[in-house]
């Protein structure tokens, strides 16, 4: 357990302690480490950017030699080089050269013409042809170009070396796979992203069973190949198949979370980096799992919207630290989320629609609360080196975005019950609290219950639920001829307002419908208690189950609309447009309604 966690010097220690490097190589890795990150500091408070790179300027060089502490820059280049030979020492005693045996695809990598008509160019194309690749001509163009280009000249003699044995193989790897040509692009395009970075070619490279991990994860989705492209540190999780593929034990993960944020304390970047690689490997567990088809939708929005969970109460406890001025010792606020977030259906790249919510009598305690929901705002959405942790959404605040960013409970109870809108009750059907004070957390509940349960003019709400469904619709048109999984009629949005309708119409006399338990659950519900048919509830569940499960594949695919030929979903349409119908009438479900804004007030 001392190596599997995050935090390089306790692994570092561990190393030693159990001889795996020498203790003097714990030593000067250690020494080397912290002296890289101190400079890494100075070097971005410099500019406030994020930045590895060394000044050249003499005046800045100097600069940056005294508030590393030396006396001149002399000095401190000794100790730079110093630290930087040992480094290098070291990864090569490590990671050291593998045999040259020549792979058979070599000569398609060393070959420096950039021209496809001479003989060389095009026995290359034969070779890639022959082994699967329908544009060799393309595939020959882009590894003459990468293998002939500054990056690969500018790279370390080593690290030349390490690709020139790796592309061979990443190439071999992509013709196994179902789409070659694709496989190839993005694992060359991963290659280009790590190519100063000789770790993770070493790894690749010492590990085939990780390319081949890599090569199935680049097939499968440009999505996928993106994720992994901008974080390369995740290649590290391809080392255990096991442990990739095996279900997360949340207490554990966040145990060992709040151990390394404690241990990085003070330093307010290494604690957004560490948020953000948790974020990312675990999403990386998800997409593993879920490529290898052992992942249920259903299942994968759960663990997506629980690692949200996770990520937020670190958030606000980091954050609530960070205030200079605290009034309590533990803050009374709460995080509440709404939409994919509060319905437990969140995708690997849903915002957080959230609201900050408090119950505290304190004079200090709404200042000190806007200061908190600004900064948990701010460890969100900040782009590190490691990337951002989540887009968020705080207009489900009450008064939209011109209300205050934090509401106390008081204020949020009147709210609800005296000046709400109907679609500010709709979200209510999919919102809890899922970070902070659990007393809060409670309270809320009670509320959204009592609210979901007021009586309703069943004429007025069905109106006013066809109002917000046609103010939808004129936001979403789709003047193509593929069908919008989400906002056409007949189509996601439907079935959720038919829910939210059957929620917010019968909870006064049925509690059950009052639990937030997703729409594929709540039409169940709603079919025991005889308010729809058992047999139209069945075929918009599965209808609702297609959809989410094409929209899911979309994404991976790298869509920006999640739209499909009409033909794939004509009976789920039929099943959601029937149900609508006997619920609200025609008027709205079978012409085509949509769009999302809320009413402006």
């Known amino acids: 357990h001392a190596l599997q966690q995050q935090s390089t010097l306790p692994v570092l220690r561990a190393l030693g302690?159990?001889?795996?490097?020498?203790?003097?190589?714990?030593?000067?890795?250690?020494?080397?480490?912290?002296?890289?990150?101190?400079?890494?500091?100075?070097?971005?408070?410099?500019?406030?950017?994020?930045?590895?790179?060394?000044?050249?300027?003499?005046?800045?060089?100097?600069?940056?030699?005294?508030?590393?502490?030396?006396g001149d820059e002399t000095g401190f280049d000794a100790a730079l080089n110093q630290h930087r030979s040992a480094v290098s020492t070291h990864f090569e005693t490590i990671f050291g050269e593998a045999g040259d045996d020549e792979h058979p695809l070599c000569s398609l990598w060393h070959k420096r013409s950039d021209s496809i008509e001479e003989d060389s160019d095009k026995a290359a194309i034969e070779q890639l042809q022959t082994i699967g690749f329908a544009q060799a001509p393309e595939l020959c163009r882009r590894l003459s170009l990468f293998r002939n280009g500054s990056r690969y000249r500018q790279m370390p003699a080593a690290s030349q070396r390490r690709l020139d044995r790796l592309v061979p193989a990443a190439i071999a790897a992509a013709a196994t796979r179902s789409n070659p040509d694709a496989t190839a692009e993005r694992l060359l395009a991963l290659f280009e992203s790590i190519s100063r970075r000789e770790a993770y070619l070493a790894l690749l490279h010492e590990y085939p069973h990780a390319l081949d991990r890599v090569a199935d994860l680049m097939s499968a989705s440009p999505w996928v190949a993106q994720h992994i492209t901008r974080h390369p540190l995740l290649l590290d999780e391809l080392l255990?198949?096991?442990?990739?593929?095996?279900?997360?034990?949340?207490?554990a993960l966040h145990t060992t979370l709040r151990s390394e944020l404690n241990a990085a304390g003070g330093d307010i970047e290494r604690q957004m980096d560490?948020?953000?690689?948790?974020?990312?490997?675990?999403?990386?567990?998800?997409?593993?799992?879920?490529?290898?088809?052992?992942?249920?939708?259903?299942?994968?929005?759960?663990?997506?919207s629980d690692l949200a969970c996770v990520i937020l109460?670190?958030?606000?406890?980091?954050?609530?630290?960070?205030?200079?001025?605290?009034?309590?010792?533990?803050?009374?606020?709460?995080?509440?989320?709404?939409?994919?977030?509060?319905?437990?259906?969140?995708?690997?790249?849903?915002?957080?629609?959230?609201?900050?919510?408090?119950?505290?009598?304190?004079?200090?305690?709404?200042?000190?609360?806007?200061?908190?929901?600004?900064?948990?705002?701010?460890?969100?959405?900040?782009?590190?080196?490691?990337?951002?942790?989540?887009?968020?959404?705080l207009r489900l605040r009450p008064d939209g975005a011109g209300g205050l960013l934090v509401t106390s409970l008081e204020n949020m109870r009147d709210y609800q019950l005296q000046h709400a809108w109907l679609w500010e009750h709709q979200a209510l059907t999919r919102?809890?609290?899922?970070?902070?004070?659990?007393?809060?957390?409670?309270?809320?509940?009670?509320?959204r219950i009592c609210v979901l349960r007021e009586q309703r003019n069943a004429g007025e709400l069905r109106d006013g639920?066809?109002?917000?469904?046609?103010?939808?619709?004129?936001?979403?048109?789709?003047?193509?001829?593929?069908?919008?999984?989400?906002?056409d009629p007949g189509g996601i949005i439907d079935v959720e307002f038919m829910v939210q309708y059957l929620v917010l119409g019968h909870a006064q006399g049925h509690a059950a419908l009052t639990a937030n338990a997703g729409n594929l659950a709540l039409l169940k519900t709603a079919a025991g208690l005889q308010l729809i048919a058992s047999g139209s509830a069945e075929a918009v569940r599965s209808a609702y189950r297609q959809?989410?499960?094409?929209?899911?594949?979309?994404?991976?695919?790298?869509?920006?609309?999640?739209?499909?030929?009409?033909?794939?979903?004509?009976?789920?349409?039929?099943?959601?447009?029937e149900l609508w119908k006997s619920l609200l009438g025609d008027a709205v479900g079978s012409a085509g309604i949509e769009t999302g804004l809320p009413p402006k007030r």
């Open 431 to 447: 919102a809890r609290s899922v970070a902070g004070d659990a007393a809060i957390g409670q309270a809320f509940e009670e509320l």
């Open 17 to 70: 302690e159990r001889q795996c490097i020498t203790t003097a190589a714990a030593t000067e890795l250690r020494a080397a480490y912290l002296f890289l990150r101190k400079l890494e500091h100075r070097l971005q408070y410099r500019d406030d950017q994020q930045t590895q790179t060394l000044p050249v300027d003499p005046a800045t060089r100097a600069l940056l030699a005294e508030a590393m502490g030396y």
């Open 274 to 304: 560490l948020l953000r690689h948790f974020k990312n490997t675990r999403t990386l567990h998800c997409i593993a799992r879920d490529l290898a088809g052992t992942l249920p939708l259903e299942t994968l929005s759960d663990l997506l």
């Open 465 to 487: 639920i066809l109002g917000m469904r046609r103010k939808m619709l004129d936001a979403h048109p789709n003047t193509s001829k593929l069908f919008d999984l989400k906002h």
């Open 240 to 251: 255990d198949a096991r442990g990739l593929l095996a279900a997360p034990d949340w207490t």
């Open 547 to 577: 959809f989410r499960e094409l929209q899911h594949q979309l994404r991976l695919a790298g869509e920006k609309y999640a739209r499909v030929e009409p033909h794939r979903v004509t009976a789920s349409v039929i099943a959601v447009r």
């Open 313 to 393: 109460e670190e958030v606000l406890r980091l954050a609530w630290l960070g205030l200079r001025q605290r009034h309590c010792e533990s803050p009374r606020f709460a995080i509440v989320g709404y939409g994919k977030l509060g319905g437990k259906e969140l995708g690997y790249a849903s915002d957080l629609d959230i609201v900050f919510v408090y119950d505290d009598a304190s004079p200090e305690a709404t200042e000190n609360y806007a200061r908190l929901a600004q900064r948990i705002n701010y460890w969100l959405t900040s782009t590190t080196a490691a990337g951002v942790l989540y887009e968020t959404d």
